[in-house]
């Protein structure tokens, strides 16, 4: 099986701390993670028809799957161990309720949590888990 890649903005610090702690949690190395501005994401027709102009979603690329919005969530959710792993009682809401909330916090995640010019994860000791 080949890894599940989780891309983000790697400018939003939000972002950068959600996949920070997806690091610490993931105790199997279960997932890779590229940012959305990276060339993978921008040569592949199928993953950047997801991404707006502002990359408001992170996106999960599994078994030639795409997961976006909460979808996406749900899918790492299912892929961590207990008691995270229990979050995923969640996924029994609505889906347009459940997307609805993601966008919201997509939309003012620069405002509350704030901006970097260049993402602090893919310069550290996990370089290794980064797809370029």
Same mark, same amino acid.
């Given at each position: 099986?080949?890894?599940?890649?989780?891309?983000?903005?790697?400018?939003?610090?939000?972002?950068?701390?959600?996949?920070? %702690?997806?690091?610490?949690?993931?105790?199997?190395?279960?997932?890779?993670?590229? %940012?959305?501005?990276?060339?993978?994401? *921008?040569?592949? %027709?199928?993953?950047?028809?997801?991404?707006?102009?502002?990359?408001?979603?992170?996106?999960?690329?599994?078994?030639?799957?795409?997961?976006?919005?909460?979808?996406?969530?749900?899918?790492?959710?299912?892929?961590?161990?207990?008691?995270?792993?229990?979050?995923?009682?969640?996924?029994?809401?609505?889906?347009?309720?459940?997307?609805?909330?993601?966008?919201?916090?997509?939309? #003012?995640?620069? *405002?509350?949590?704030?901006?970097?010019?260049?993402?602090?994860?893919? #310069?550290?000791?996990?370089?290794?888990?980064?797809?370029?």
């Amino acid at each position: 099986m080949n890894n599940p890649v989780i891309f983000f903005d790697g400018e939003c610090s939000l972002c950068n701390g959600f996949v920070r %702690l997806l690091i610490k949690l993931d105790n199997r190395k279960v997932f890779r993670y590229s %940012l959305l501005q990276s060339n993978p994401v *921008k040569n592949t %027709l199928y993953l950047s028809s997801y991404l707006g102009a502002t990359y408001q979603t992170v996106i999960v690329f599994s078994e030639g799957k795409v997961y976006s919005k909460s979808d996406a969530i749900f899918y790492i959710i299912k892929n961590l161990n207990f008691p995270w792993k229990i979050l995923i009682v969640f996924r029994f809401l609505p889906k347009k309720f459940s997307d609805s909330i993601y966008d919201f916090v997509s939309r #003012n995640r620069y *405002k509350i949590f704030g901006r970097k010019e260049k993402c602090p994860v893919w #310069n550290e000791k996990y370089y290794d888990l980064f797809i370029q």
